[in-house]
């Protein structure tokens, strides 16, 4: 859930702003007039934030282990019933990336020639933290995550449906053409596991569900690159008083 800001204008109306806009003039959409909007530590501080001067997922890191909101125990969705099960969430972030070398065409001591593809050392930093959610909610996420799974498996059979009717068009009328096909095919599914794996997507749902995380949407707008993975959601450890 992105943040929300509001500076009072002079006519008792609460003018919604964005944390961009600190410093500048904006108009009152009920009076016209300008309303003047403070620094961005002000704004923090006004909408309740504890932690204006860390970054997104710092504040999420430490409410975490101050057990403070959102992570008083409240169901994130719903924010009204007490959690019941925990997702696990890892937020991997990309902190450093070094080069090792460029890569390029190298000559060998043989006379030859060698081409080298660039390497570099990457540092990632790991941040976990639980979705929280009430009995109602978890059935909710788990069915979206249930269509998710469902959606990507139909998409599968129908490709892997449609190539093989493709390539068995193409064998009785060619069958060389029809290897040939068959072993750019092959490349193009390694080329295309790989792309996936060092570029992953995450899924709609999880980031909507994730969104109710206050802070959530701002750290992974900050962030250039990351990956995130969610785990099995398993019912929380009641604590003992």
Known sequence: MAEKYFVECACGTQVRVALHEAGTDKACHSCHRSVRIPDTITLQESSGDPYPLIRPIEKINRTLQNKEPPFDGLCHHCDEVNAVYGTPVD??????????????????????????????????????????????????????????????????????????????????????????????SFIGLIIGAIFKMSHQKVEPYVIKWLSEIRWFSEAIIMEDEYKLTIGPSEKLKKSKS
């Open 91 to 184: 937020f991997n972030v990309l902190v450093k990336r070094e080069m090792d070398h460029d890569g390029g065409i190298r000559p060998t001591i043989t006379g030859s020639i060698v081409l080298e593809i660039a390497a570099a050392t990457e540092f990632w930093e790991n941040h976990a933290f639980p979705l929280l959610l009430c009995t109602d909610c978890y059935y909710a996420f788990e069915s979206d995550r249930n269509n998710s799974r469902f959606k990507k498996r139909i998409v599968a059979i129908s490709f892997t449906t449609l190539f093989i009717a493709l390539l068995i068009i193409v064998f009785l009328m060619d069958p060389i053409f029809a290897a040939v096909l068959t072993f750019c």
